[in-house]
């Protein structure tokens, strides 16, 4: 909840009344933003700094949690990252095992952790963060198209897997969002960040935000499996109309 889609869903549950955990590896934008939204909202909020590339961080975090902090209704598995844009054969193999272990075994450690406490009360919903890039490979996507195809693969398993215990699982696939996420698949290049949405208007976290939320205020009998979501100007993982 540090930055981009997950500041923003943060923000916008805060708003609705609901009571939160927010996760991060920067502790101190957790408490700034800890203390932001109790202020304006009213709300608890738990902060719990850990690294979901980290097995042991997330179960030690995860089983700590006591009392109502058990009780979760939702799960947005929203830390994911792209490093690098490069051709297959000259991409670094340390972006590689950065992405999967974030994109990929972070969202299953965090899903493995928090499903058992959702498990004893027969509900819960688990929001994945996939993308457009799952569907469809682009030039220098490689691996990070390959860590959301992963989120699709497992998306539909959880979801296949957890009917018996009533829990929803849906899988959000954006496509180009203008956050911090550009900056760190160009390693802090903002320039080049920048340019990947000259031509047109890119979705916000908000945007998101907003698409998340709705899909996890449906009734108790609707679930949305699966949610696209690009700006007008895009098609898909490929196709895109600039200006």
Not at 45 to 64: G, R, Y
Not at 66 to 95: H, M, P, T, V, Y
Not at 160 to 185: C, M, S, W, Y
Request: aromatic share 8%; proline share 2%; charged share 25%.
């Amino acid at each position: 909840a540090t930055s981009g889609i997950g500041r923003a869903c943060a923000e916008k549950f805060s708003a609705a009344g609901d009571d939160l955990i927010i996760n991060g590896r920067r502790k101190d934008r957790l408490e700034d933003l800890k203390q932001s939204l109790q202020q304006q909202y009213s709300v608890d909020i738990l902060c719990a700094s850990f690294d979901v590339q980290s097995k042991v961080e997330v179960f030690d975090a995860v089983n700590a949690f006591q009392g109502k902090w058990r009780l979760i209704d939702i799960l947005i598995n929203n830390a994911g990252l792209a490093l690098g844009r490069d051709f297959f054969e000259e991409a670094s193999l340390d972006d590689w095992e950065t992405m999967v272990a974030t994109n990929v075994n972070g969202l299953l450690y965090v899903s493995k952790a928090v499903i058992p406490l959702m498990v004893e009360r027969k509900q819960g919903h688990i929001l994945n963060l996939g993308s457009v890039a799952g569907d469809e490979v682009y030039e220098k996507g490689n691996v990070y198209c390959a860590s959301k195809s992963a989120v699709e693969a497992i998306s539909r398993a959880m979801r296949i897997d957890l009917l018996r215990h009533q829990i929803k699982v849906t899988n959000i696939k954006p496509g180009a969002v203008e956050t911090e996420f550009g900056v760190v698949r160009f390693k802090g290049d903002a320039a080049q960040a920048a340019k990947v949405y000259d031509g047109f208007t890119p979705l916000t976290g908000s945007d998101i935000a907003e698409s998340i939320f709705y899909c996890a205020s449906l009734p108790p009998n609707v679930c949305i499996n699966e949610l696209e979501i690009t700006p007008v100007s895009q098609a898909n993982g490929i196709f895109f109309f600039r200006k």
